[in-house]
Antibody
Framework: EVQLLESGGGLVQPGGSLRLSCAASGFTFSSQAMSWVRQAPGKGLEWVSVISASGGRTIYADSVKGRFTISRDNSKNTLYLQMNSLRAEDTAVYYC?????????????WGQGTLVTVSS | DIQMTQSPSSVSASVGDRVTITCRASQGISSWLAWYQQKPGKAPKLLIYSASSLHSGVPSRFSGSGSGTDFTLTISSLQPEDFATYYCQQANSLPLTFGQGTKVEIK
């Protein structure tokens, strides 16, 4: 059974930083692309970033480009999202999701999400 | 970026009803479309991928169709556990984009 467990969310001041983690199990982590998707309170889903299976390719939404960095450690089956220069509009539940086919594919399984609140 | 537009934004239906949700892409995406179900406070769940392929474990009352720019999600006989919000997502090109969601409510 695929399991994805996010952690690292919390309350941070505008301009601050936070690092999210996503621990994966139940599938061959090193063979699948992984994404972060977020959902602001009461709003819809917004894709944030994707990383290829090897980690050699990373792509970002314009809204986070230059501020967020996605990475992975295939030896630890863990995905990361380093978030810098956080803004109020980054407040959301952040989900990690695996993509079986590649960087442009459906999100096969999702974690339970971790809430990031950016506020003074 | 490819814009995804769902309709309706919400629908009221009764148990046993047939429900249809549509999704339109701003440009052709072949069959690279997925549908998700999300219940309050929970993560989304994949229902359909490649426009019409049922994800493992998803009941057969869910079906998807379409290609190019116009797509449909159909629930053939609505069950109590189906009341939720449904999202479409294009998987044709980056950035990956979602529709705004359709809330299926109890009539």
């Amino acid at each position: 059974e695929v399991q994805l467990l996010e952690s690292g969310g919390g309350l941070v001041q505008p301009g601050g930083s936070l690092r999210l983690s996503c621990a994966a199990s139940g599938f061959t982590f090193s063979s699948q692309a992984m994404s972060w998707v977020r959902q602001a309170p009461g709003k819809g889903l917004e894709w944030v970033s994707v990383i290829s299976a090897s980690g050699g390719r990373t792509i970002y939404a314009d809204s986070v480009k230059g501020r967020f960095t996605i990475s992975r450690d295939n030896s630890k089956n863990t995905l990361y999202l380093q978030m810098n220069s956080l803004r109020a509009e980054d407040t959301a539940v952040y989900y990690c999701a695996n993509q079986v086919v590649g960087v442009t594919s459906a999100f096969d399984s999702w974690g339970q999400g971790t809430l990031v609140t950016v506020s003074s | 970026d490819i814009q995804m537009t769902q309709s309706p934004s919400s629908v009221s239906a009764s148990v046993g009803d047939r429900v249809t949700i549509t999704c339109r892409a701003s440009q052709g995406i072949s069959s690279w479309l997925a549908w998700y179900q999300q219940k309050p406070g929970k993560a989304p769940k994949l229902l359909i991928y490649s426009a019409s392929s049922l994800h493992s474990g998803v009941p057969s009352r869910f079906s998807g169709s379409g290609s190019g720019t116009d797509f449909t999600l159909t629930i053939s006989s609505l069950q109590p556990e189906d009341f939720a919000t449904y999202y479409c997502q294009q998987a044709n090109s980056l950035p990956l984009t979602f529709g705004q969601g359709t809330k299926v409510e109890i009539k």
